[in-house]
Each structure stands twice: as structure tokens, then as C-alpha cells.
């Protein structure tokens, strides 16, 4: 085996580790997959026994289909529980201000911050098992107990909210009931929602799997050109 060789196998493992992918595939296909899964790692470092999909390796993938004249659309992928909410907020303009057709489905769950990520793309699915948890910021750690912090909180609150209600149909009045009701989620506060449950709100477009996410988006690109 010459060096050529082991690089790039050491580099198609790299790869399937971080991404669940090998490197160069060559897929015959005008559109970009991208996963969000697990928890979404910001500026601190997850856990080692977490699954999380890094927002520094999302920011290039994202970059690349935009430039890419190959890339026609752009399929996103959502199964995670939330994570950083600055760095979720960030794949969410991101992937919202793209020019390129975007759908994204939801599988398994898109829950806390993955809600605006379901709701960033042009079209949205969600399989009919999927749930999706609507609730205020949460943080851990240390927290200085001053009015400052209370309206960091607030303002980081609002800026969630006016994306969502940006991106999607439901209304305002429904996502504030939704995000504090009290009798939904035990020790907290906050809502589920399930399937069907996310389109009768508005939140999300149509309940259907990865066929109907395809199909979708190959009509949309198909209509972009």
C-alpha cells in the first residue's frame, strides 16, 4: 500500500467517525445531505460519552453547498436533543439564508434548539413517530443572580422566538402557551409535541418521511431553475 493510499484511508475513517460518511464519495446526486444529530456542541466541548454533531464541521458543509454549482438543494437531516443555543441559532440563519431550495425532516426528535433548525429550511417534514419539545432556555453551571442575567436570558429568548415565528406558521400566542405550559413535562416546564400534533400548530409543514422530503425538494429545485 503506498502513502497515497493509507492517507487516504486514514482519511475516509476520519471521516465515517466525524460524519458518518466516507470521504469523496462520489454520490451521483445535485443535493446535500446534512445530519444534525445528538447534541449540538458549541464553544464548550461535549462530554465523551455523548453523541454530537460539532457546528464548526456543519458551518463548512454549508458553505460548500452554497458555492458548490453542483448542489442544487439542500436535504437536512434533524434527530437531537438541543445543545448550545448560540451555535444552534447560528446553523439556523445559516441554513435559513441560503439562495438554494432547503427541506428538512425531522426523525426521532428535534427538540429545544433543534426547533428553529426544523424550521430554518424552506419546507419542513416530521415522520409521524417524531417528537419535537418546545421550552424556555435552560442553562448550567454557574449563574450570577443580577437583573443582568435575567435580561441576557430574556433578550436570548426573544431572539429564539421571533426566528421561529420568522420561519414558520405557528402562532404566537400558541408558542408562548406551548413553551411555558406546566402540566406536559415533569419538574418543568414546556410541551411535546408529536408528529401530526407539530403540523396542526403551524410549526412544521407536512408529516411524512424521507421519500416525501426528496420529492419535495427535487420539485423545488426543479421549480428554482
Request: negative net charge; glycine residues 6%; without cysteine.
Given at each position: 500500500?503506498?502513502?497515497?493510499?493509507?492517507?487516504?484511508?486514514?482519511?475516509?475513517?476520519?471521516?465515517?467517525?466525524?460524519?458518518?460518511?466516507?470521504?469523496?464519495?462520489?454520490?451521483?446526486?445535485?443535493?446535500?445531505?446534512?445530519?444534525?444529530?445528538?447534541?449540538?456542541?458549541g464553544h464548550s466541548i461535549a462530554g465523551s460519552d455523548k453523541k454530537s454533531t460539532k457546528y464548526e464541521h456543519i458551518i463548512p458543509l454549508l458553505i460548500s453547498a452554497q458555492l458548490n454549482p453542483k448542489v442544487e438543494g439542500i436535504l437536512i437531516i434533524l434527530n437531537t436533543i438541543g445543545g448550545d443555543v448560540e451555535a444552534g441559532l447560528a446553523l439556523a440563519e445559516m441554513i435559513n439564508s441560503t439562495n438554494k431550495p432547503t427541506v428538512s425532516l425531522v426523525l426521532g426528535g428535534g427538540h429545544s434548539i433543534g426547533v428553529?433548525?426544523?424550521?430554518?429550511?424552506?419546507y419542513s417534514f416530521i415522520v409521524p413517530t417524531a417528537?419535537?419539545?418546545?421550552?424556555?432556555?435552560?442553562?448550567?453551571?454557574?449563574?450570577?443572580?443580577?437583573?443582568?442575567?435575567?435580561?441576557?436570558?430574556?433578550?436570548?429568548?426573544?431572539?429564539?422566538?421571533k426566528f421561529v415565528l420568522r420561519t414558520s406558521d405557528i402562532k404566537?400566542?400558541?408558542?408562548?402557551?406551548?413553551?411555558?405550559?406546566?402540566?406536559?413535562?415533569?419538574?418543568?416546564?414546556?410541551?411535546?409535541?408529536?408528529?401530526?400534533?407539530?403540523?396542526?400548530?403551524?410549526?412544521?409543514?407536512?408529516?411524512?418521511?424521507?421519500?416525501?422530503?426528496?420529492?419535495?425538494?427535487?420539485?423545488?429545485?426543479?421549480?428554482?431553475k
Open positions: 500500500m503506498t502513502n497515497t493510499d493509507e492517507n487516504n484511508l486514514q482519511e475516509k475513517s476520519d471521516n465515517i467517525k466525524e460524519f458518518g460518511v466516507p470521504a469523496n464519495l462520489e454520490f451521483k446526486t445535485n443535493v446535500q445531505f446534512v445530519s444534525i444529530i445528538g447534541e449540538i456542541e428553529p433548525l426544523a424550521t430554518s429550511t424552506d417528537t419535537m419539545t418546545i421550552h424556555p432556555i435552560r442553562t448550567t453551571g454557574l449563574v450570577i443572580g443580577v437583573p443582568q442575567t435575567f435580561n441576557y436570558f430574556k433578550k436570548m429568548q426573544q431572539r429564539i422566538n404566537e400566542e400558541d408558542f408562548i402557551k406551548l413553551m411555558y405550559a406546566t402540566d406536559e413535562l415533569a419538574n418543568d416546564v414546556g410541551t411535546i409535541l408529536i408528529g401530526e400534533e407539530a403540523v396542526k400548530y403551524g410549526l412544521i409543514n407536512e408529516v411524512g418521511g424521507l421519500s416525501n422530503a426528496l420529492d419535495k425538494l427535487d420539485k423545488m429545485i426543479v421549480s428554482n
